[in-house]
């Protein structure tokens, strides 16, 4: 019983310490590393660059402990010491491979030592040493106006442009770019021209008669030019663009659209956002000028003889979208000079004056009086309105309302050969008139709006839809 009692007590004493040692042991494994040495990872003794530019590679520095095992998470402070330069963070952190980078931008002044240091706590901090050379002129390229489609003889619809930039990608600000047409036959406005603020020199380029056009850019110090090029269009496919008002100062050439039957045609495109109403006006002592107008290919306004229609000169009734105009000679061959001129029309039709009205258009305000075009005269008085032309294709049907708060509104459409389509009267005064039509032949209709009682004045409007 002695001896029992003596070997349990030794057991008792012995595991604790047991348990105490291994607890010991473990503490020691999972304790942090202390940082021993902190050496750079960048082998060259001097970096290289470009001056204001960031160097090719980060800088780095490797933190490890006594016994050479890399640690994570330690804190590395950056700083600029001489140069000028900036780094990209004041502090970064080890990686688990120990490694710690930074972005370094070195200073402005070409060759000057300039250093950088990565910092950690408690110990020597690591300096780099870098050298900047200056950034010199390194590409050029087109910037705008490139592969263009053009219209033979006439300035290019943008202008071309080359950017010039150094080798650290900046714009290269007030270099003279010299230009020359290198096939073509086309003309530049300006031999040279200069960098602006974007390293961008532009120019206007008139391209030539046919084939292909080519245009060189030469940078001083760059090897070769930046080459431009461009197409010639179909000059009876592309038009102009034309605004309201504009004046245009033009000649028919034998380079212009050759129409069938030996004419010459120029074209204009005028796009309106909003119902607008424009009188469009081709002059020439040249040729006898006639004027045309079609909306995706179909026509909206031509002269016509039989209805006394003559589109030059006359006021037009559009609705929203592009209408191209068509400027060309009565006569076949006809060539010279000539004027095209826009302008926003007054919208009330007075006396007998022609104007073109197009489907989705409306009249705006309107009003009969007696100085609007007068029909069937007699002792009694007679009947006035007001007449509106509209071309249409065979089988389309349009839709013709005029409405008044005080008229006795009155519709008669007569066919491209004079005869009466329709007449309309359904009501009484402050009637709205509404009738269907459909042409029976391709050509030019004319709407006559008016009242059904003599002597009848006031306000209406004439709207047409599709």
Not at 261 to 286: H, I, K, Q, R, Y
Not at 399 to 409: A, I
Not at 419 to 436: M, R
Request: proline share 6%; net charge negative.
């Amino acid at each position: 019983m002695l001896e029992f009692r003596l070997r349990r007590p030794l057991a008792a004493v012995l595991f604790p310490c047991l348990v105490a040692l291994a607890a010991c042991d473990d503490e020691e494994s999972i304790a942090p590393l202390t940082p021993a040495e902190v050496v750079s990872t960048v082998t060259v003794d001097t970096l290289r660059g470009l001056v204001n530019a960031p160097l090719s590679q980060d800088v780095s520095v490797k933190v490890t402990s006594p016994d050479g095992r890399p640690i994570a998470g330690v804190p590395v402070a950056w700083a600029v010491t001489a140069g000028n330069g900036i780094v990209s963070d004041d502090t970064t952190r080890t990686d688990p491979q120990g490694v710690a980078r930074a972005t370094w931008t070195i200073g402005a002044e070409p060759d000057a030592v300039q250093t950088a240091t990565a910092t950690v706590a408690g110990l020597t901090p690591v300096t780099f040493v870098a050298k900047g050379a200056a950034a010199d002129l390194y590409a050029a390229g087109a910037s705008e106006g490139n592969e263009q489609l053009g219209l033979a003889l006439e300035p290019l619809p943008t202008p071309v442009g080359v950017r010039v930039i150094r080798s650290d990608l900046t714009p290269v600000p007030g270099v003279a770019v010299t230009w020359a047409v290198a096939a073509g036959g086309g003309t530049v406005d300006s031999v040279t021209t200069t960098t602006d603020a974007n390293g961008v020199a532009r120019n206007t380029w008139t391209i030539g008669a046919a084939g292909e056009q080519a245009l060189n850019a030469s940078i001083p110090g760059l090897p070769a030019p930046v080459v431009l090029t461009a197409t010639p269009a179909d000059p009876c496919l592309v038009a102009r663009v034309v605004d309201v008002p504009a004046t245009l100062n033009r000649s028919l050439e034998a380079a212009d659209c050759n129409a069938e039957g030996g004419f010459f045609a120029e074209f204009f495109d005028l796009t309106v956002s909003a119902a607008t109403n424009v009188v469009a006006t081709l002059a020439s002592t040249a040729f006898t000028p006639v004027l045309s107008v079609t909306a995706d290919g179909s026509n909206v306004a031509v002269d016509d003889a039989e209805t006394g229609s003559e589109v030059n000169g006359s006021k037009l009734f559009l609705a929203p979208g592009t209408y191209r105009f068509g400027a060309t000679s009565a006569a076949a061959g006809g060539t010279g000079a000539y004027t095209l001129s826009t302008a926003v029309a007054d919208a009330d039709m007075t006396g007998c004056e022609m104007a073109f009205i197009v489907p989705g258009a409306t009249s705006g305000a309107q009003t009969i009086s007696n100085t609007d075009c007068a029909s069937s005269t007699t002792a009694t008085g007679s009947y006035f309105s007001d007449q509106y032309r509209i071309y249409l294709n065979a089988g389309e049907t349009i839709t013709v309302t005029q409405e008044s708060p005080t008229l006795d509104s009155y519709i008669i459409v007569f066919g491209p050969t004079g005869f009466s389509q329709v007449d309309v009267d359904g009501g009484g005064p402050g009637d709205t008139e509404e009738e269907a039509i459909t042409a029976t032949v391709s050509g030019v209709y004319v709407i006559d709006a008016g009242t059904f009682d003599k002597n009848e004045f006031g306000a209406y409007t004439l709207t047409v839809t599709r």
